[in-house]
């Protein structure tokens, strides 16, 4: 059974890119939530979508946008990148929006120059 | 609204000595509580949660943390620490009802094992 897989492992941006990020769930789940986790940082929660809706937003700017997809995976697109966007970006899945227990995927390292 | 506070950025301990992690949180309504550990480039690992019932939860690995209401806490430990312990370790909250199930962490807490 595979579980919450993240691609592409690594992204080196330039300054005023776009970058996509994607993201499947465990097999099984439905709902996925994205969290951004700079150096030396615990992650801080960017969105969760379930029924292929934005459920819940964190504190992030309309730069962050997302999308699901049928099959339950899902994109994290980012504009106008800036420096400060430099981190490893997490995707989350479960099962129902009211989770009780989440599974990460390895992770997305993006740096921008 | 929910928080939550790792005492302590760095740990280091003996193998086989004992590992204490102290996490201490704030939310409005009763929490669910977790500890997730996170090796180099990687992503995070569920060591344990609470949700509800029994205060002292077991999870994998060998850890264990205690929801201790009183004392807005739940530290993780175990008993005899091994060098594949050495991770960075996180404790989050999130929050029932409300609608709001987002995952609420803290800054973490990076273990080092002492051969």
């Known amino acids: 059974d595979a579980g919450v897989t993240q691609s592409p492992t690594h992204l080196i941006k330039t300054r005023g890119q776009q970058v996509t990020l994607r993201c499947s769930p465990k097999?099984?789940?439905?709902?996925v939530s994205w969290y951004q986790q700079a150096l030396g940082q615990g992650p801080q929660f960017i969105f969760q979508y379930y029924e292929e809706e934005e459920r819940q937003r964190g504190n992030f700017p309309d730069r962050f946008s997302g999308h699901q997809f049928p099959n339950y995976s899902s994109e994290l697109n980012v504009n106008a990148l800036l420096l400060g966007d430099s981190a490893l970006y997490l995707c989350?899945?479960?099962?129902?929006?009211?989770?009780?227990?989440?599974?990460f995927g390895q992770g997305t390292r993006l740096t921008v120059v | 609204a929910q928080s939550v506070t790792q005492l302590g950025s760095h740990v280091s301990v003996s193998e086989g000595a004992l590992v204490l992690l102290r996490c201490n949180y704030s939310?409005?309504?009763?929490?669910?509580l977790f500890w997730y550990v996170q090796y180099p480039n990687q992503g995070l690992q569920l060591l344990l949660k609470?949700?509800?019932?029994?205060?002292l939860v077991k999870g994998i690995n060998g850890f264990e943390a205690e929801f201790k209401k009183s004392e807005t806490s739940f530290h993780l430990t175990k008993p005899s620490a091994h060098m594949s312990d050495a991770a960075e370790y996180f404790c989050a909250v999130t929050s029932r009802g409300a609608g709001s199930y987002q995952l609420t962490f803290g800054k973490g807490t990076k273990l080092s094992v002492i051969p």
């Open positions: 989350a899945s479960s099962l129902g929006w009211a989770h009780t227990e989440a599974f």
């Open positions: 097999s099984g789940h439905d709902t």
């Open positions: 609470y949700t509800t019932g029994a205060t």
């Open positions: 939310s409005s309504v009763p929490p669910y």
